[in-house]
Every structure is written in C-alpha cells, then in structure tokens.
C-alpha cells in the first residue's frame, strides 16, 4: 500500500506522522510537567498560608495574653474585684438566687442582651458596684471581642460576669454545679498555680452557654503579694473565625481550619451556615501529621465533596495543640491545567493542519522537479535530443540530478555529431587514398632523380675534402707563429699594467691625505671664525663694563657732593646735627673709596679691552692665512684627483690592452683548435661522403621495396 502511494502523499503522510509523534511528545511531556508544576505551586502556596495562619494565630493569642496580664493588673480592676467581693460577702440570704434574680430573670433586656443593664435597681453595695464598675468590663468587652469575662474571689465564687449566664453567682469549687467544667478548670489553676502562669483550656461543650463551645484562659489577680482573685476570658470564637476565614490566595474553593486533638474543628467553615466548631469532625493523614508536630503535604478527601489538596501545619499554645490546615479544591488549583489541555488541543489542531498543508507544498517542490526530470528520460528514450533541461542550477540533489541528466543529454548529442564526422572522415579517406597513390608514383620518379643528384654531389664532396685537408695543413702553420707573437706581447702589456695600477694606487692615496688635509684646513677656519666672533662679543662686553664703571664713578661723585652738602648743612645744625655730620663724613669717605674702585677697575677694563682688540686683529689674520691655505689645498686635491684619473686612465686602457692582447692570445689557440679539427673534419667529410655512397644505394633499394611492397594494394583493398 504504502509502496504505491505517490511522493507527493507520502512526504505529507510522512510529516503529519512525524508532527503527529512530536507533537504528542512535547504535549504530554508539557502536560505532566505543568501539572508537576502547578501542584508544586499550589502546595508551596497552601503550605505558606498554613504557616502565616499559624504565625496570625499565636500573635492574637499573645494580645489575649498581653489583655489577660494587662486587666489583672489594672487598679480599676483590683478595685472592681474588692467592691464585688465586699458586696457579695454583704448580701444576705442566697448570693445565687439573689443576683440572677436582680440581673438574669427581672432584666428587662432579652436573651443574650442582659449585658446591658448596669444595675439591678436596688439600692445594695453589690448594685452599686456593678453600676460603677460594670459599664467598663462591657465596653473592654465588646472592644475586644471576648465571649465573656469573669472575675472571681478567692473561695471560688463567680461575682461578676459580663454576660451572666446560668453559671453567674454561683461557686466553681468542688461542690459547686459547674466546678466540673474547663471554667472551673481555669479559676483552680490560676487560684492553686504559680502567681505568674497563665492557664489555657481548648474549646468544649459549656453547660451555661446552652452546650456551645467555650474556650478559657485565665490568670491570678495579685494584690501586695497575696491572691486577690481569678481574672478569666472566654475566647472570642468570632474573632478567630474572621481570622481564619480570609480567602486569599484560596481560591473560590480554598479555606483555613483549625482541627483539634479530639479530630473536631475550632472554627467555622466559610461554607456552612451552621456551627463548625465541636460540630463538624475533620480527620485526615494531614490533620493527624500536624497533631503529631509534622508538616504534611497530600492530595484527597477532605470534610467536604470533592478532593483537596491539604498542608498541616502544628501549633501549640499554653499546652493545648492544634492542627492548622489550609486546602483548596483539586479541581480549582488544576483548572489551569485544563485550560492548557484545551488550548493545547487547538494548538495541536492548527499545527497538525499547518504541518499538512506545508508538507504538501513541500512534496510540491519534490514531485514537479521529478515530473519534468522524467519527461526529460522519456524525450531522451524517444531520440529528442534537443529537450530542454530546467533548474539545473538547484543545489539540493534534485539539482545533481538534473545537471547529469544534462550531461549525459550533451554526451548524447556528441556521440550524434561524431558519428557523422566519422561519416565525413571516411569519405575525405577515400578522397585522401586516391590522392596517395598519385603521390607515390610521383615519389618515386623524384627519388631517382635525387639519387642520381646524390651520387654526384658525393663525388663532387670528396674532392673538396681533399682540398681542405691542404689548406688546414697550411694554416696550422701560420697559426703557430701568431701563437708566439700573441704570447710575448701579452707579458710585455701585463707588466705596463701592472705599473700603472701601482701609480694609480699611489695617486689614490695622496688624494686622501690631501682631502684630510682640506678637511682639517676648514675646521680650523671655522673655529678661528666662531672664536674671531666670541672675541667680538668679548670686546662688546668690555665695552659695556666700561659703561657701568663710568655710570658706577658719576654715582660716586654725586654721592660725593651729596656728603659735602650734608656736611655743610649739619655744621650749620651746630650741636643737632653732629652726628649726621659724621655719617656725611662716612658716606663721602665711602665715595671716596668707590671712586679710586672704579678707577683701578676702569684701567683693568681698559687694559681688557686692549687685549681683547689685539686678539680680535690677530684672529682675523689667522682667518685670512686659513683661507689661503684651504685654497692652496683645494688646488693641491684637485691637480692630484686630475692626476688620480688620468691615471687611472692609463691603469684602464692597459688592462684593456691585457685584456686584449690575452683575448688575441685565446684567439689564436681557438684558431689553431678550430685549423686542427678542420682537418680530422676533412678526414670525416672524406670518409662520409664514401659512406653516403653507400646509405644513398641502400636507400634507393628500399625505397624501391617500399614502394613495390604489397601493402598499397592491401590498403587499397581495405579502403574498396
């Protein structure tokens, strides 16, 4: 089946195939490792809320804590628990019927309402106190959100609620009706523990709230170091709920619960209307893990329809331990995995159709290069040579194929064309045979008439020969006696050589000393210049010395009058002017001294600047005799470089002359050389025009066998 399939449908079945496997491959593989991913996600996800949950959780526990703390130490409080218990130890009769009488039955306010009457009307120590104190305890109340404040005496009774259930006024020791419950847990461990400890009871079932869960934490109240009382909350059940219940990063199927140890929840669920808390068990291998202090990761049922990806977290507070849980329906965290099936599957779709269409325009470029390859064979099958050959010019193998088919399309054509000039070539053979045997004929009368020319010539060379051995013998004489006069004047032109290079080498070496000598001359022209200008300056610099020395004596004399006239101006101060007179005497001795200076160093400076004319004049001389000097020398150098030449070229033309007379020599032994083998070359010409005689009637001879052989008339034949 697959064998009769045309390429063009099997390179888009091929393809589709191939895309198909590919495409699957990559679509599975995205597939599991987005949904590896997404549960990763979703997990790490749910484990961080699980662990913020946990985090919220102890932090409001601690404000509870830090409220318990804070109201048992407040004054207000301590007064509070005073003026209740003083009240209470007044009233007469029984405390219980008395005041849930006054603040339970006769309250005018509803049912979970009797927390806003604030006194009961009468005129007792108790009504007063709780009109004093009361309105405090309920606005804390409601501020914080508590179920329920209590406080205590020491003997156990409950004097004061906020809300004032059927346990209010009555007594939580051991005889009392609800002493057995996790309240009268609490007032015991805080009225029998440590002054400092802080008592904790998980929620459970509470008679005097009509069975609904309640949850205790309670304190000692202590006053100059003595036990005053017991301060107790019950824990605000809706403030937990509103903490637990916040959706984000949930989802729309995603919540937080709280599981205790006996497997039911602490809080409600977001889902359900009616009560969660003790009401609704929730017991999982993740709620167990976290009861047991280990996180835990799993995907399965849950207290709802459906699977849930579920993270428990442990918590523990004040001994009591918890398994917080955070989950989110499967189905919802995955819901992007469905949607990426979805569009994967359209995306499949396109490609899948893509990778058709694209391999049957691929199998297109395949099939109509084949196609008209095939046409090409069948033109060639069918003797139409001249079928035309297109895109050979393609690189792929489709090009390859095309280009030898056009080869062997061209070897085919040639074949054609040599098969009619091998046609023309044997009719130009029998034109070309006919002419042949007209050529020999002619050949062989033209051999007889050259064989008989040769034996002639050949006669004709052996007198000549002859002749020639003479007229070498002849010349070989003459060549001898040249020989002798070559060689003696060759040694007579060596020796005027050899002279004149000796004086042309002495020449030379006269000229260099004279050009050193020149050279030398210049120098010291040049310096007596540069020296005849420095004692120029030397002379112009005496000269300003002498302008200074006599600006220095006028300085002096002025400086002179100057003492005179300050002389005679303090002679005319008399007594005050006695010792600028003797300054004056000074400054002129002082004059006088400077002036004889710059006389002795004007006569030195004059002196100077007699010498320095003299050398200036003497320098010049010496100036003008160097120049005589280099220009003799120069004369000097010159007449020896015009005598360095000429003999120099006297040195040339002699060893021309050797070179010569040498060459003369060399001749002349070439020549009786060349006069020798003139005469064995005689004797050769001499024997071969004899051995000519020879080869010339053997070679008549054979070319007679030739052309009488019987080959001609076989070839003839052949050609017939």
Not at 14 to 20: H, R, T, V
Not at 319 to 347: N, Y
Not at 395 to 411: I, Y
Request: charged content about 25%; hydrophobic content about 40%.
């Amino acid at each position: 089946m697959w064998d009769r399939l045309s390429i063009r449908f099997k390179i888009p079945a091929a393809i589709l195939g191939f895309a198909l496997a590919v495409g699957a491959g990559i679509g599975l593989s995205s597939y599991f490792s987005a949904s590896s991913e997404i549960q990763k996600l979703t997990k790490d996800r749910l484990k961080a809320i699980a662990t913020n949950r946990v985090s919220e959780l102890t932090d409001y526990l601690h404000t509870i804590e830090a409220d318990l703390k804070l109201v048992s130490t407040l004054p207000f409080a301590h007064d509070a628990l005073a003026a209740f218990d003083n009240a209470w130890q007044q009233i007469d009769g029984d405390h219980t019927e008395i005041l849930k009488a006054a603040y339970i039955r006769d309250n005018p306010h509803p049912l979970g309402e009797k927390h806003l009457l604030d006194t009961g009307g009468g005129d007792t120590a108790y009504d007063a106190a709780h009109a004093e104190f009361h309105p405090w305890f309920r606005e804390f109340l409601l501020e914080r959100g508590y179920y329920d404040v209590f406080l205590f005496n020491p003997n156990g009774d409950l004097i004061y609620t906020v809300f004032k259930e059927e346990d209010y006024a009555t007594n939580f020791k051991a005889e009392g009706p609800w002493s057995d419950t996790d309240l009268g847990r609490a007032f015991r461990a805080a009225n029998g523990g440590p002054v400092d400890a802080i008592h904790f009871y998980d929620f459970a079932p509470y008679g005097p709230s009509h069975g609904a869960p309640a949850s205790f934490i309670s304190m000692p109240m202590i006053k100059d170091g003595e036990r005053a009382g017991v301060l107790v909350f019950q824990m605000p059940i809706d403030r937990i709920n509103q903490l637990m219940n916040r959706s984000a990063g949930l989802g729309d199927s995603g919540e937080t619960l709280i599981v205790g140890s006996n497997g039911f929840l602490r809080n409600n669920s977001r889902f359900t209307d009616e009560n969660d808390i003790l009401e609704t068990q929730f017991q999982t291998e993740t709620s167990d893990a976290a009861l047991n202090g280990q996180t835990k990761v799993m995907i399965g049922p849950a207290h709802r329809d459906g699977r849930f990806i579920q993270v428990g977290k442990s918590f523990e507070y004040q001994g009591v331990t918890w398994a917080v849980l955070a989950m989110q329906s499967e189905a919802e965290a995955m819901r992007p995995l469905t949607d990426l099936k979805f569009w994967m599957g359209i995306a499949g779709v396109v490609l899948f159709a893509f990778a058709g269409v694209g391999g049957y325009l691929l199998a297109l470029t395949f099939t109509r290069p084949l196609g008209q390859l095939i046409r090409n064979i069948r033109d060639l099958i069918d003797g139409h040579l001249d079928t035309l050959v297109e895109d050979d010019d393609r690189a792929d193998e489709l090009g390859d194929m095309k280009r030898a088919m056009k080869v062997f399309r061209d070897n085919a054509l040639e074949v054609k064309r040599g098969e009619a000039a091998a046609q023309e070539r044997r009719a130009q053979e029998d034109v070309r045979r006919s002419e042949m045997d007209r050529l020999v004929n002619r050949f062989k009368t033209q051999i007889s008439d050259i064989q008989s020319q040769l034996s002639a010539q050949t006669d004709v060379m052996s007198a000549t020969s002859e002749k020639l051995v003479g007229i070498a013998e002849a010349s070989s004489d003459s060549a001898d006696g040249a020989l002798a006069a070559a060689r003696l004047s060759d040694d007579s032109v060596q020796s005027s050589a050899s002279a004149a290079e000796e004086l042309r080498i002495s020449i030379q070496e006269i000229n260099q000393h004279t050009t050193r000598a020149l050279s030398i001359t210049r120098g010291a022209a040049e310096t007596a210049k540069s020296t005849d200008t420095d004692v120029k300056e030397l002379a112009g610099t005496a000269e300003k010395i002498g302008d200074v020395i006599n600006m220095i004596r006028d300085i002096a004399e002025q400086t002179n009058l100057l003492a005179l006239n300050a002389t005679i101006e303090a002679a005319r101060a008399g007594e005050a002017g006695k010792g600028f007179a003797v300054v004056a005497a000074e400054v002129k001795e002082l004059s006088t001294q400077t002036a004889k200076a710059t006389d002795e160093i004007s006569s030195q400076v004059a002196a100077v600047q007699s010498s320095t004319n003299r050398a200036v004049e003497a320098i010049q001389s010496i100036g003008k005799h160097m120049d005589t000097v280099e220009e003799v020398t120069a004369g000097i150098a010159s007449a020896v470089e015009e005598q360095g030449a000429a003999t120099g070229e006297i040195s040339e033309a002699m060893a021309r002359a050797a070179q010569s007379s040498r060459s003369a020599t060399e001749n002349v032994n070439v020549l009786q050389n060349a006069i020798t083998e003139t005469r064995g070359s005689s004797n050769e010409v001499e024997e071969l025009s004899r051995l000519l005689a020879d080869v010339s009637s053997s070679l008549s001879k054979a070319v007679d066998d030739f052309l009488n052989s019987d080959i001609w008339e076989n070839d003839q034949d052949k050609a017939a």
